[in-house]
C-alpha cells in the first residue's frame, strides 16, 4: 500500500525515516504537510490516501504507517483524519506503535522525549496547517530522553505489549 519513496532526516546524529497516511477527513493537511516537509529537503513515503475518496477508512492508512514502522520503512510515522482520534486509536493497534493526537509543539515534542511516540496523529477538522507544521516540525526534531524514569515507564508500556500481543 505504500509508495517506494521514504523520508529521510537526520536527528541528533542519527538517520531516520517517516511514513505518512490519511483518510478523506485528513487528505488535504496531508497534501500540505507533505509539501512542508519536502520543502525542508526530505522526501515522504506516501502510505494514501492517493486521490480523494469520501468512503475511505482511516484504519486502512493507519494500519499501513504502523506496519511501514514495524518492517524498517520507516522509524516515525504521521497520520491525519478529520479528528486525528480515529488514525491513532488504529494505530495503537500494532505493536511497537506509539500514536498520540498532538496539536500543539509542547505535546509533539514531550510526547517524543517523555514516552517515544513515533506516530503523530493530526486531526485536520481541528488543527490549522500553521498549528500542524509546528507540531510536525518538533516531532521530527524531538528524540527520546533516555531519562531513567522514562526508560522504566516505556519498559512497562513494553512489557503490557508483549502481554496482549502474545
Known amino acids: 500500500m505504500c509508495g517506494k519513496g521514504f523520508f529521510c532526516y537526520v536527528q541528533r546524529g542519527r538517520f531516520v525515516k517517516l511514513a505518512i497516511g490519511a483518510d478523506h477527513g ?3 493537511l496531508k497534501k500540505i504537510m507533505m ?3 519536502t520543502g525542508m529537503g526530505h522526501d515522504v513515503m506516501d502510505c494514501g490516501a492517493y486521490s480523494l475518496e469520501p468512503g475511505d477508512d482511516y484504519p486502512d492508512f493507519a494500519g499501513a504507517v504502523a506496519r511501514a514502522i514495524q518492517q524498517g520503512q520507516a522509524s516515525r510515522g504521521i497520520l491525519i483524519c478529520g479528528s486525528g482520534v480515529g488514525a491513532g486509536v488504529a ?3 500494532f505493536e511497537g506503535i ?3 493526537v498532538c496539536h500543539d509543539v509542547f505535546s509533539a515534542r514531550q510526547g517524543v522525549e517523555d514516552d ?3 506516530v503523530l496523529c493530526l486531526g485536520e ?6 498549528a500542524a507544521r509546528e ?3 518538533v516531532f521530527l526534531n524531538a528524540g527520546f530522553s533516555g531519562a531513567q524514569r522514562h526508560l522504566r515507564r516505556l519498559n512497562k508500556v513494553k512489557s503490557m ?3 496482549f500481543f502474545k
Open 135 to 137: 507540531a510536525v516540525r
Open 26 to 28: 485528513g487528505f488535504a
Open 91 to 93: 494505530a495503537n493497534k
Open 98 to 100: 506509539r500514536a498520540a
Open 161 to 163: 505489549e508483549r502481554e
Open 35 to 37: 509539501e512542508f516537509i
Open 125 to 130: 477538522r481541528i488543527v490549522g496547517a500553521g
Open 116 to 118: 517515544d511516540m513515533n
